[in-house]
């Protein structure tokens, strides 16, 4: 029966380790598979306990690959979801997602208030603009209405259209009626609902382009 002869810290990931069968390299693994299985110089090296090394360390390194990829920011399930499917662990999907969640690495709530207060502080967006962005990322109807609610007591989106609606007219001393489509539709690309877009142009007096000049 082959032996474990030898076990070396790796010099680059040191969290992984060599182990050597009868003198030959045989597979790298994570160091808690080490203790997991209580791997020592000359144990026995039985066919069950390679596959049950490579398995097991196939499902840490994905794990170790999506600590790092949620270490950046703050991630959804869906993203966590495209990610295992592009590096081939789809199969694993739901044993990750949830150590994930377990260790509340994970909360897609947590996300939406984090993603809607940095789209709203940073880039201006309004509901619509929110909703379409959280949907796109699987996010529930309802989990996304209620952060948006939740914001309101922060952001008055009225105020921030008529505050985008300024500046953009702040040069133009004569404002037309194609002044008044193009802001329209930039407040709408911006995702501003109906009301908090006329809110913020009725204060303003546009004239026909005819008379423009």
Known sequence: MPKITKITQQ?????????FIDGKFE??????????????VGDEYTEELK?????DDRIEMAYTGLLNFIAFRERCEYEVNQWLYKKKYRDLS????????ERNYLNDERFARLFIRDRVKIKGFGPIRLR???????????MIESEIEA???????????????????????????????RLWSLLQRRGFEGPSISFALQSYTF???????
């Open 132 to 142: 379409h962005e959280l949907s796109a990322k699987r996010i529930s109807k309802q």
């Open 94 to 101: 739901d044993e990750l997602i949830t150590r994930l969640k």
């Open 51 to 55: 596959l049950d090394l490579e398995n």
């Open 27 to 40: 597979l790298g693994v994570d160091g808690s598979l080490i203790v997991k299985y209580d791997i020592k």
């Open 151 to 181: 914001i309101r007591d922060d952001y008055d989106f009225n105020q921030m259209a008529h505050d985008l609606a300024s500046r953009k007219l702040e040069h133009i001393q004569k404002p037309t009626y194609k002044d008044k489509k």
């Open 11 to 19: 010099k680059k990931l040191r969290e992984r380790f060599n182990l």
């Open 207 to 213: 004239i026909n382009d005819d008379k423009s000049s």
